[in-house]
């Protein structure tokens, strides 16, 4: 037998990491690495906060799962300060990114079938978009490479592209059901919405009652300076998808929506075992608690623009290398004249510095939100380090 024990779907690094103190990860063997990769846009609070380890300790001594047949305090409480705090008025807890994804896209065809309008099932998607690895949302990405394999595709998602309001226009028909789009591409490569197609989907959603559905699971919870990256365009959905950051580690997600675009979600249409359950409520709450106010998030900006305006600078010195520095808050793309993964590796292996590859030969700069000044201090000197000493593979 030559299967390895762990299901041999990821091409897993020699990088082992067995403990972590707010930026950085320390190795099996004792290495350091500073960690801008923060699980993929996860660990915001960073590794080991105090806060969140003592809300997720008390749940776990106090009640640690019961049904969703039952009344849920933690629940309320966790859905209170996301309706307090956003555009939504209900919220439904699944365990992840994904399920946040599914739970979405049924809410807005209940929305249609609900109002006695069966038709309206297709949600149009954006290219290079990611939505998970599940059926349906695999089915929602255009990227060929996540359905080979696994065909047939769900039906009901058509491929518009990127920031290209007229490519969406023309999609739409009787069967539409609405947009599902990110504010920020993540795994595509950082790449903003342009406040026009933004604006413009939401004025289309608006003009033929469909659901504007956004998936905010990699850039939502306070990475973009803002709860959520739509605020930053003041537009905003019908429905959306949050996870990722939420928990700050601990597995959560939630799909959000208006009490309107929520009428197709009553008693038994929806549910989940675990979503929901008291553990994951503390966690959520404690991170909640934790960013949802103007002065962590005055603070996100703050050294989302200290790290844009050093590589923006930075950059300059290597104009062979590298291209832009676009995103927003602490979702920040490095965008590279070069292949950007033998340089992410580079930097890993030689400088104990941990970014995100992504498409686009763009590197993800994702770091936890609580990062210090040392640690912009540490990046910059580890990335500078890592530049000068690079060889192009090619021109090796
Ligand atoms: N949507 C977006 C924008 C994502 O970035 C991701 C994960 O990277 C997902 C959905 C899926 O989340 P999960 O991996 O938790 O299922």
């Not at 920020?184 to 919405?193: L, N, T």
């Not at 699971?217 to 990475?223: E, N, S, Y």
Request: one cysteine or more.
């Amino acid at each position: 037998m030559t299967i390895t024990p762990l299901m041999p779907v990821y091409p897993r690094c020699d990088v082992r990491p067995v403990r972590g103190e707010n930026c950085h990860l320390i190795d099996e063997d004792g290495t350091r690495y500073l960690d801008f990769a923060s699980g993929i846009a996860v660990n915001l609070l960073g590794h080991s906060h105090p806060g969140l380890i003592g809300a997720i300790q008390r749940q776990a001594e106090t009640l640690m799962h019961v049904s969703n047949l039952y009344g849920s305090p933690q629940g309320e409480r966790l859905a209170r300060q996301l309706v307090d705090n956003t555009f939504a008025d209900t919220v439904f807890f699944t365990n992840s990114g994904a399920e946040a994804v599914e739970t979405a896209i049924k809410t807005a065809r209940a929305y249609h079938q609900s109002g006695g309008d069966e038709n309206r099932t297709e949600l149009i998607t954006f290219s290079n978009a990611f939505h998970g690895r599940t059926m349906a949302t695999i089915s929602a990405s255009n990227q060929e490479k996540m359905h080979k394999g696994f065909q047939p595709l769900l039906p009901g998602f058509r491929y518009a592209e990127w920031n290209d309001l007229e490519s969406a226009k023309a999609l739409m028909g009787p069967n539409t059901a609405g947009f599902l789009v990110e504010p920020i591409q993540g795994e595509g490569g950082i790449r903003p919405a342009s406040q026009e197609f933004l604006s413009g989907l939401r004025a289309l959603a608006d003009e033929h009652d469909l659901m504007l559905v956004m998936d905010e699971v990699q850039c939502g919870v306070a990475r973009t300076g803002r709860l959520y990256a739509h605020e930053l365009y003041g537009v905003t959905p019908d429905i959306m998808a949050t996870a990722k950051g939420i928990g700050g580690g601990f597995p959560l997600g939630a799909c959000l929506a208006t009490e309107k675009a929520a009428r197709g979600m009553t008693y038994g249409t929806h549910g989940s075992t675990y979503g929901g359950n008291p553990l994951a409520m503390a966690a959520g709450s404690a991170v909640m608690e934790a960013v949802a106010n103007e002065e962590f998030l005055a603070s996100v900006r703050d050294k989302g623009e200290r790290l844009r305006s050093g590589l923006e600078q930075f950059i300059g010195n290597y104009p062979d290398l590298f291209e832009s520095v676009r995103g927003a808050g602490l979702m920040l793309g490095l965008k590279m004249k070069v292949e950007s993964r033998p340089f992410f590796v580079h930097l890993r292996d030689n400088h104990q510095l941990l970014t995100v590859a992504a498409g686009d030969n763009t590197l993800r700069l994702l770091p936890p939100l609580v990062l210090d000044d040392a640690e912009i201090e540490e990046f910059f000197a580890k990335l500078s380090a890592g530049a000068d000493d690079y060889v192009i593979p090619d021109a090796a």
